[in-house]
């Protein structure tokens, strides 16, 4: 799909994201297995995007069509640490756009905490504003829920 900086983004499959985000330490909390990939992307438009850099997996991006009203929900993702400051996941974030756009979405909707801050930020850097905020008992658990509107081509 799109090669930079000798990173490959291309379509990837449920173990490869299960494989890539047991090495995620934002996922050391108890990752999904493919059940719970297979139960959300069932019946449903979905799109699985991988990165790969040197022959390894070192990133992936998840989203579905969850609310089925014209948004995309960008449900899971990541990068391997010691690979995030190469932009991968702005290439996969674009990548993941692009396929978005062309499928008639009109927006894509992500939901992070507030303790995940790199990723709160890197979704206001790339146009995604804050929609609405799930409180819980701890702030730094509180989800956040974000949209970017996409540009529709007439």
């Keep these: ?39 959300r992307l069932s019946n449903t438009q979905y799109l699985i995007l991988v990165a790969e850099k040197d022959h390894q997996v070192v990133g992936f991006k998840v989203g579905y069509d969850r609310y089925r009203d014209g948004s995309f929900y960008s449900w899971l ?12 996941a702005a290439q996969l974030a674009n990548e993941q756009g692009k396929w978005v756009s062309e499928q008639g979405f009109r927006s894509i909707i992500l939901k992070t905490r507030n303790r995940f801050r790199a990723m709160l930020i890197f979704a206001l850097k790339n146009g995604f504003l804050i929609e609405n905020i799930e409180i819980k008992e701890n702030s730094e658990d509180n989800r956040l829920i974000l949209r970017k509107m ?4 007439k």
């Design 1 to 39: 799909m799109n090669a930079n900086a000798n990173v490959i983004i291309r379509e990837g499959t449920i173990a490869e994201c299960i494989e890539i985000s047991e090495k995620i330490p934002e996922f050391s909390s108890g990752n999904y297995d493919e059940a719970a990939y297979l139960q």
């Design 77 to 88: 993702g990541g990068v391997l640490p010691e690979n995030r400051k190469d932009g991968i």
């Design 150 to 153: 996409l540009k529709i081509d």
